[in-house]
Every structure is written in structure tokens, then in C-alpha cells.
């Protein structure tokens, strides 16, 4: 079993809906998580991170972590053609090495 | 803005050479890392650095070994590349709050 787990999708959706990206992880001395964006062909690009169990909010993105179903979730509300991509979770104890999911690759249809 | 930088986006190498891929970052950060991205397996960590000519192995150390004489330059080094080394090389760095902050990549064919 992979310590974090994510649904490669693909998800299309029309645009202006909410988005939800999820991943799952297994190790509970995880406290640190992050959501990358990745254009093809390119670095990722760190979209959020958050600390233990909670919100944070960052314009139209929502990160959402809970620690007690070991579950991460992205939000992405009034979604435009720019945020198609593919969508990284991860996830450390602290300052080092992260453990990432494979990705979620997401369109938004005009 | 933290930046990483990397000395080429794409490069072309044949089986046998030695390639060297070179990561910089400008915000005095501690922790170097590279890692390669595959489709269908992700982001896989190669090896990493906590300090000047400090290196630890990642998950797939393999035919790879790296090099830190500087704290913000990273090398990574393919003895004799082989087909199977094709692939997306990304480098990244964080500093003490933890967030890691990665490169443009290279992207690497090995012919």
C-alpha cells in the first residue's frame, strides 16, 4: 500500500464548478501537507500548504486536511480553463523528504 | 520569490555517457532534493541533501550519485545512462518551514 493515495482521474468538468481533489494517506505521524499544480511539461508549483487538521483558504483554492480519517482534499471553486492541470498531493512529518500521490490530471471544459 | 533553477529543460544523451544535471537555488535553503517523475508512478525520490557534501539516499538511488560542494547547488550524476534513465528530472529545496519548492525540470532522453 502506497502512504499516500490519490485517484489519477482523469476529471473533466464544465467550467465555473466546484472542484474536489482527495487523497488518502496511511502514515498517522504525517503533519504536513501540501497540493501541487503541475502544467504539462513543467516543475510543480506549491498551490497549498497546511499544518495538522484544518481549513486554509488562498483565494478561489480551499485545502482541507483531517487527521482522524487521514484524509486531504483540495477545493476549487468557479474553476476556469487555466486551472487544467495535474494535481499533487503530499505529505511529511516535517522538514524533509515529502511522500507524494501519483496525481490528478483535471481539465476544465470552456 | 524562491527560485530553483536548472541547467537545461531538455537534453539528449546516449547509453554509456555521463550526464550531469545541475539544480540552483537562491534562498539559502538546506534541504536539496531530486526526485524523477514517471507517468503512472508519480514523483520518486532519488536522493537528497540536508547539508554541504551531506547526501542521503532516496527511494531509487540506483545508477545515480550526487554531489554538494555548495549549499545552493545540487548535482545529480548518471555514471553510464542507460534507456531506462528516460525520463523527467526535477529538483527541488526547502528551508525550515518545510515547504518544498521545485525547479522547471529536465527532461532527459537517453538513446
Known amino acids: 500500500q502506497k502512504e499516500v493515495e490519490q485517484d489519477p482521474g482523469p476529471l473533466s468538468v464544465p467550467e465555473g464548478a466546484i472542484v474536489s481533489l482527495n487523497c488518502t494517506y496511511s502514515n498517522s505521524a504525517f503533519q504536513y501537507f501540501m497540493w501541487y499544480r503541475q502544467y504539462s511539461r513543467k516543475g510543480p508549483e506549491l498551490l497549498m500548504y497546511t499544518y495538522s487538521s484544518g481549513n486554509k483558504e488562498d483565494g478561489r483554492f480551499t485545502a482541507q486536511v483531517d487527521k482522524s480519517s487521514k484524509y486531504i482534499s483540495l477545493f476549487i471553486r468557479d474553476s476556469q480553463p487555466s486551472d487544467s492541470a495535474t494535481y499533487l498531493c503530499a505529505s511529511n512529518f516535517g522538514n524533509e523528504k515529502l511522500t507524494f500521490g501519483t496525481g490528478t490530471r483535471l481539465t476544465i471544459i470552456p | 520569490d524562491v527560485k530553483v533553477t536548472q541547467s537545461s529543460r531538455y537534453l539528449v544523451k546516449r547509453t554509456g555517457e555521463k550526464v550531469f544535471l545541475e539544480c540552483v537555488q537562491d534562498m539559502d535553503h538546506e534541504n536539496m532534493f531530486w526526485y524523477r517523475q514517471d507517468p503512472g508512478l508519480g514523483l520518486r525520490l532519488i536522493y537528497f541533501?540536508?547539508?554541504?557534501?551531506?547526501?542521503e539516499k532516496g527511494d531509487i538511488p540506483e545508477g545515480y550519485s550526487v554531489s554538494r560542494e555548495k549549499k545552493e547547488r545540487f548535482s545529480l550524476i548518471l555514471e553510464s545512462a542507460s534507456t531506462n534513465q528516460t525520463s523527467m528530472y526535477l529538483c527541488?529545496?526547502?528551508?525550515?518551514?518545510?515547504?518544498?519548492?521545485f525547479g522547471p525540470g529536465t527532461r532527459l532522453t537517453v538513446l
Open positions: 541533501s540536508y547539508d554541504v557534501k551531506m547526501k
Open positions: 527541488a529545496s526547502n528551508g525550515w518551514t518545510g515547504e518544498q519548492f
